[in-house]
């Protein structure tokens, strides 16, 4: 059994899988505050829904990419299966994760998006570094960088666990807090091997409150 949030059709905005249509699966539950988190109404609300009950709505959207978020997804041990059953069901299936709870159980076949709290997010030190064992190709490590000094954070946590050999490191501005721009000419002084990101999403649907 497990608490869902939302069960929903959208473009994904973010990692390599940019772009594609998935179906989001957001769980109820998270065990951190960010200071920029958009979702906070997952912290409480939703309904419990067994696994078939999900996949059953998955099913309904007729899409190749299924994405379960959060919340923290890993909060529930039941997440390990659904994602599972997904992927022999043929999905290409993604996870996103703060990196705050063991990925040990995640199958082996899923792409995990380590987004990993810098000290400005409002959660420092959240990331448990026993889950850098299970970095693959296929993994990807995301900062949100709010400030000079978590791009220096990132930069330095990056290099010291020699992430830039092993998987795809994405730098994404907090949204709103500082400019894209300033990230982008930043990390070109620092010649990061980091991949900048835009959290396409936001500026498809928040269009709008841009007057675009
Ligand atoms: S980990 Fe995600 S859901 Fe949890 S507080 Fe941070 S941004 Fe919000």
Redesign the pocket.
């Known amino acids: 059994m497990l608490k869902i949030n939302e069960i929903f059709f959208s473009i994904q905005g973010e990692t390599s899988y940019v772009g594609f249509p998935t179906v989001f699966i957001r769980t109820t539950g ?1 065990n ?3 200071t ?2 958009d ?2 109404y ?1 912290y409480f609300e939703g309904v419990l829904m067994d696994v078939e009950k999900v996949l059953e709505k998955v099913q309904s959207y007729k899409a190749r990419h299924v994405c379960v978020t ?3 997804p890993l909060l529930q041990k039941d997440t390990i299966g659904l994602m599972k059953t997904l992927c022999d069901l043929g999905y290409i299936v993604s996870l996103e994760t ?1 990196g705050s709870k063991s990925c040990s159980e995640v199958d082996p076949r899923v792409k995990i998006i380590l ?1 990993v709290k810098t000290p400005d997010s409002g ?1 420092p030190n959240s990331f448990d570094l026993a889950n850098l064992k299970y970095i693959n190709e296929s993994t990807e490590i995301k900062f949100v960088i709010c400030s000079a000094d978590d791009l220096l954070w990132a930069e330095n946590f990056s290099r010291q666990h020699d992430l830039f050999k092993k998987c795809q490191v994405l730098y994404s501005p907090s949204y709103g807090k500082i400019k894209e721009r300033w990230l982008a000419e930043k990390i070109l002084e620092s010649s990061s091997s980091a991949r900048m990101q835009l959290q396409m999403h936001k500026y498809i649907w928040h269009a709008e409150m841009r007057g675009v």
Do not use: H, I, V
Request: glycine share 14%; charged share 25%.
């Open positions: 998270c951190l505050r960010c920029y988190c979702t906070k997952s959060g919340g923290e703060s987004d959660a």
